[in-house]
């Protein structure tokens, strides 16, 4: 550093640099990148650290997975590899998912940035590989060692030489080496991307280092997040949640305990590990909290190591959400994806007005693997999402992820790339759960391989028995549905061989609504209902809405029926408070006569 002190108005103007540095280093990459996930999907990170590996900055795109494991897992390089130690042109990898991402697929690149000599930062990233050997991902395996090659933390390059040794073993144990190891060049090319930017950057602002411009922004970041803290009422707030688990159902039971402008989150109580690959390491869990906190309690403030600091986690050892080595890892987001879910409904208690229903929440991966027309091998995965749950003041959004953040791949792209036939791809008619606000729709997908093989369908899908939960009087929105063209209803975390002319149909859950249906603007339903969101009969029974054959609201029915269902509410919550055998009885029997 030039030793001048940096004023406020330099601050922005660098902070804003930084920002426009990530982005770029994301675009390079993913315009460099080798697969539909990374390019459509944008199941990435990228961000800039400083010397100690203190995250600054991230780029917009990417998932929380990602991004908030990558922040912690830069630390276990700068341990391993101090940046004295290194060289310009030198750079490293893992995929170790208790290092990283959680999973094996996730391969995280890290490069050391140089100035006049001396390191000054990181640029780091992390992508989904579209393959990493072993069963393919997947929920069914045992152990870690099952599900592909596991990296350590090892030299990508050594002054500019690619490591051939390592590309050898890579290209050796997956099914398609060109696009995985096609997709490590372009890791190294977004970082490479930063580091040019970065440097410049320093040289413009005569700036000869990092670390006051880091401690700025960190100290920055932090007093505003524990700011955003102190505005919630001291509390222990308390939730919990149930998931269809691979074997039997899964809870994850939340303790949010707010001291002035600290948080703490503990998640003792929760389901054991399994001897599946659902399991979540504790950095994924760390990145699921912290993320979905961050959007309740302080959204605008930068995701970087300073928002972190006023938060902790703590999971037991041994539970689903602090698994150990070497539990099975693969489909660790059927988990790992439904943290905010506890975590909202407890901050509901505190600060209903800041949070969202439940949503279909964990991504819906499909993963195929055969042989195409061609004779040639493929594997190939991609992401679907169905409904977000309500929120506050507006409607869940439809067939979007939340809290990945993972886009969509368009039909086109998937059918450009790989044998996968998509036949259908459509919102779920009433699938969202009613409220005040309804909850995103799901969607349905009918998919089929243009193979005379066999393809190995790799399912990992949650949601199937468990509904997404409507939030203050809000209903739940629809469970999801798999099976075959011949009604064959399939496992949600199995593996099966589909059959060529065979097709299969998923149908992805939506989202609990938020709020009484009953207080929600007829005028919208009835939009609803034009837009086919919603159908006559649910607009009826759920939304007490009468809808006319001239495709008008009913104003006078719709006022009754809303008036005689506040009433049926109220009957039931005496009979129940009373809980007497004949009064309920009779209720029921009065209920019935109401609803004619």
Known sequence: MTGRAIDAVELEVLWNRLISIVNEQAAALMHAS???????????????????????AQA???????????????????????IDTLKPGDSLLTNDPWLGSGHLHDITVVTPVFFRGVGVGWFANTCHAMDIGGRTLGAGARQVYEEGLNIPIVKLFSEGE???????????????????????????????????KLIQALEDCDLSDLEELSAR?????????????????????EDEVALDGY?????????????????????TGTSPQVGRGINVVYN??????TYPLKCAISPHIPNNEGSFRPIAVTAPEGCILNAQFPCAVGARHLVGHFLSQPLFGALSQAIPDRVIADGSAGLWNTQLEGIDRNGERFAYIFFSAGGMGARPNDDGISATAFPSGIRGVPAEAIESVSPVIMHKRALILDSGGAGTFRGGLGQEMVLSIDSDHPALHSC????????????LGGRDGRCGELFLSDGTRLPPKGRYELQPGQSVTLRIPGGGGYGSPFERDSKRVLEDVKQERVSLSYARADYGVAISADGQVDVE????????????????????????????????????????
Do not use: W
């Not at 050898?168 to 060049?185: H, T």
């Not at 994924?284 to 909290?289: K, M, Q, V």
């Not at 506040?566 to 006569?593: P, T, W």
């Open 284 to 289: 994924y869990t760390h990145a699921y909290t």
């Open 34 to 56: 080798f697969t539909t996930v990374v390019r459509e999907a944008g199941d990435l990170s990228a961000g800039v650290f400083d010397r100690a590996g203190n995250m600054l």
């Open 217 to 237: 922004i960190l100290d920055r970041s932090e007093a505003a997040t524990r700011a955003a803290i102190s505005e919630i009422a001291n509390g222990v707030y």
């Open 247 to 267: 074997d039997a159902p899964l809870i994850i039971r939340a303790k949010i305990t707010v001291e002035d402008d600290s948080l703490i989150v503990d998640y």
């Open 162 to 196: 690619i490591n051939r040794d390592l590309i050898a073993i890579v290209r050796a144990n997956v099914r398609v080496p060109d696009q995985v190891v096609g997709d490590l060049y372009a890791q190294q090319a977004g970082n490479d991307v930063g580091a040019v």
């Open 60 to 82: 917009v795109t990417g998932t929380p997975g990602h991004i908030n494991t990558m922040a912690n897992c830069v630390r276990h390089f700068v341990k391993q590899h101090p």
């Open 460 to 471: 990992m899908y949650d949601r199937t028995h468990y509904a997404p939960r409507g939030f």
């Open 557 to 596: 029915a719709t006022d009754q029926m809303r008036k005689d269902g506040s009433r049926i509410k109220q009957i039931a919550r005496i009979a129940r408070i009373k809980g007497e055998k004949q009064n309920q009885m009779n209720v029921d029997e009065r209920i019935r006569k109401m609803r004619g």
